[in-house]
């Protein structure tokens, strides 16, 4: 069983910036879709961005769009978020998603629904 960990949240102010990292214990991390969702309290989980399996695609909110980016990073062994020019609603705590994808199927997955391995959290507050 696939066990992902997230790092890199904290609490921050308006306008500063954070990057989250995104980890598949014991697997190449570069064989999974990935995506970024978020839930805040008393709101439902909502996507933030995602990636294909080799990086060629991506796909983010509109809520992020111009202030975040997902991107790859082989040698770490990690899927990262930079979170830019953060807001106070951008609180949340921040869960990366995996799913296994077959070599050459080029799929960006905006649906939780899709992914079969989550991570626990990490919790990002940006205070005004």
């Known amino acids: 069983q696939e066990q992902l960990v997230e790092s890199g949240g904290g609490l921050v102010q308006a306008g500063d910036s954070l990057r989250l990292s995104c980890a598949i214990s014991?697997?190449?991390?570069?064989?999974?879709?990935v995506g970024w969702f978020r839930q805040a309290p008393g709101k439902r989980r909502e996507f933030v961005a995602a990636i294909s399996r080799t990086a060629r695609y991506t796909n983010y909110s509109d809520s992020v769009t111009g202030r975040f980016t997902i991107s790859r990073d082989s040698a770490q062994n990690t899927v990262n978020l930079q979170l830019n020019n953060l807001k106070p609603t951008d609180t949340a705590v921040y869960y990366c998603a995996a799913r296994l994808i077959a070599f050459g199927v080029m799929v960006v997955d905006l649906d939780p629904a899709e992914y079969k391995y989550w991570g626990q959290g990490t919790q990002v507050t940006v205070s005004s």
């Open positions: 014991g697997r190449t991390i570069s064989y999974y879709g």
